[in-house]
């Protein structure tokens, strides 16, 4: 969507301020011994109490309030009986509406004790969405993104996930502009429109560029001995820096 009155601007903020309380209580309640299905539940009351609703739950019937990935799984997990380890590399992926607008936001954490590795990967994500923040303006090509997320993979020996990007948002969870991906793509045109929303995601790995569905249908894992993160912002590009709609999120 596009930002057109001044109701507009405080609905996204205002929902986006609500994915990002609950994106950060989450990844910050994650410890071992828990599983899945718990952490997800903290995120399922945290929805009810700031009176959002669960996005990918009411648009496409997922089996989750949030989608929550584990070590070798890249995007969608789905909560369930796993039990979260020491060491384990985390993901969490929140997204809601309310009054009929939505936010989506994420962040990657690692349990104790950390490994350099994981600790790296998260870091360079961290990094690789703060560096594309920065290439979003009105007039940008939308592939000057993709192209600084790829610089900051290739700078830390990491992979882009070349099939999961980010995407417009606002009146419903996926719009246009659809796939703002990971690496630079040449023959992507579009540029950025004054007031768009858009979620920026790098999803960077250490082994893997694709993804693949699971048998459960939602889960998307690559290689089995990968591990991967993702930091997520909900943005409103402007004539300058873009308007961080998800601003409680610690990662830019």
Known sequence: MTIEN????????????????ICDAMLASVEPGMTTAE??????????????TSAPMSCYDFPGFTCISVNEEAAHGVPGARVIGAGDIVNVD????R?????????????????????????????????????????ARINRIGKTIER??????????????????????????E?????????DRRRLGY????????????????????DDGWTLDGDPDSRSAQFEHTVIVTDGAPIVATQGRTAA
């Open 6 to 21: 001044q109701h507009d601007l405080d609905a996204i903020l205002a929902i986006g301020r609500i994915v990002a309380e």
């Open 152 to 177: 900051v993979a290739k700078s830390h020996r990491l992979k882009v996930i070349e099939n999961l990007a980010g995407h417009g948002l606002g009146r419903s969870l996926h719009e246009a502009p």
């Open 99 to 139: 009054d009929g607008y939505f936010a989506d936001t994420g962040g990657t954490t690692v349990v104790a004790p950390v490994a350099e590795a994981n600790a790296s990967l998260c870091g360079a994500a961290e990094l690789a969405l703060e560096r594309a923040l920065a290439e979003v303006r009105a007039g």
């Open 39 to 52: 952490l997800d539940e903290l995120g399922g009351q945290m929805l009810s109490r700031l009176g959002a």
């Open 179 to 187: 796939s703002i991906v990971g690496f630079y793509d040449r023959k």
């Open 94 to 97: 929140v997204s809601a509406e």
């Open 195 to 214: 007031g768009q929303v858009i979620a920026v995601e790098p999803f960077l790995s250490t082994r893997s560029t694709f993804v693949s569905e699971t």
